[in-house]
């Protein structure tokens, strides 16, 4: 289950996102053939990817910023940017675009320092925007959660696109994280759990003086925990494409 876009329009043009997307995509691309030479991959990650025991020794800590514009690999790449593009524009609509890089930023660092305290002694490398755009989703569960969000469910050969609320959608994500986060292990590598834990709730605990400034709970009482403005409708249409007949021989 994964989300493919939300129901919720911005006024302005999101610049910042757009701008963050670009240069996830142009650093990822402009260190790509390192992938084809492990030794030499590993070594630019030791230079730039937030590593926890480094960080815990005082070393590094440039990487904090560094480590969230790396990727492992393109679906890693494609999957944070989407999340991003469906939820940071409503986020930079909300900040501003100044105040919602400094949010970004500050989300990305409290999910490094989050996987750092959950293993101050690993040795592996975490690289990713995912901690930083989890804190875009923790804030986005703050300020809309009844948004509608469009997911597409999988289940072995049925594809199904459901439109469910966004606390629902982010409250399952964040499950899961939490949950996987308590049996994982640092040493093994895979997905940083404890980072996209800790980012969720930096984001959610950044965005509460924009929240309390919107009224609190007596915002999601005006709002109804829906946007603030009218939700965005999509239709399936059918395809323009002439059908092409089978010709029978006679």
Same mark, same amino acid.
């Given at each position: 289950m994964f989300p493919i876009r939300d129901h919720n329009p911005s006024g302005r043009t999101p610049y910042v996102t757009y701008g963050l997307i670009v240069a996830n995509v142009l650093i990822f691309f402009g260190y790509s053939g390192l992938f084809a030479d492990e030794r030499a991959l590993g070594w630019f990650f030791y230079d730039w990817a937030m590593t926890p025991a480094r960080l815990s020794s005082g070393e590094a800590p440039h990487t904090l910023v560094t480590s969230m514009f790396l990727h492992g690999g393109l679906l890693h790449l494609a999957g944070n940017m989407l999340f991003l593009f469906i939820f940071g524009d409503n986020m930079e609509d909300e900040m501003g675009h100044g105040g919602f890089l400094a949010f970004y930023? $500050? $989300?990305?660092?409290? $999910? &490094?320092? $989050?996987?750092?305290?959950? &293993?101050?002694?690993?040795? +592996?490398?975490? +690289?990713?925007?995912?901690?930083?755009? &989890? @804190? +875009?989703? @923790?804030g986005y569960l703050l300020m809309f959660p009844r948004a509608r969000v469009d997911v597409l469910i999988i289940l072995v050969i049925i594809f199904k696109v459901l439109p469910v609320p966004a606390w629902l959608m982010l409250g399952v994500w964040l499950a899961i994280q939490l949950f996987s986060g308590v049996g994982a292990d640092p040493d093994a590598g895979g997905v940083a759990y404890w980072a996209h834990s800790g980012g969720f709730f930096a984001g959610l605990l950044l965005t509460l003086p924009l929240w309390l400034r919107r009224g609190g709970p007596g915002y999601w009482q005006r709002t109804h925990g829906e946007p603030p403005h009218p939700e965005a409708r999509y239709r399936w249409r059918a395809s323009r494409v002439p059908a092409a007949g089978r010709r029978r021989n006679r």
């Open positions: 930023l $500050a $989300a990305g660092i409290g $999910a &490094a320092l $989050a996987q750092t305290v959950s &293993a101050p002694f690993s040795q +592996v490398p975490m +690289v990713g925007a995912s901690g930083a755009i &989890a @804190g +875009v989703m @923790g």
